[in-house]
């Protein structure tokens, strides 16, 4: 199982996003929603591009940071 996830780790920011959006829908603060997009955006991004595990993790977060940014912008108003 580590193999396959090693040799197609889009499956697994493709899974956590699917993960973090299916969680959302038990809570309702928005936070998850947008770190689920965040997955799911890293996952479409990993499976174009082939980056390595540590700069996948720094666009996952950079994602999420800006999402979560954007969200509360869009919440003031």
Request: aromatic share 6%.
């Given at each position: 199982?580590?193999?396959s996830l090693l040799q197609h780790p889009h499956l697994l920011w493709l899974s956590l996003g699917g993960l973090l959006l299916a969680a959302e829908m038990l809570g309702g603060?928005?936070?998850?929603l947008w770190s689920g997009v965040a997955?799911?955006?890293?996952?479409?991004?990993t499976w174009l591009l082939p980056v390595s595990w540590e700069w996948q993790s720094v666009i996952f977060c950079?994602?999420?940071?800006?999402a979560v940014w954007l969200w509360t912008k869009w919440l003031v108003r």
């Open positions: 199982m580590i193999d603060n928005g936070y998850l997955g799911v955006c890293t996952g479409l991004l950079i994602l999420t940071l800006l």
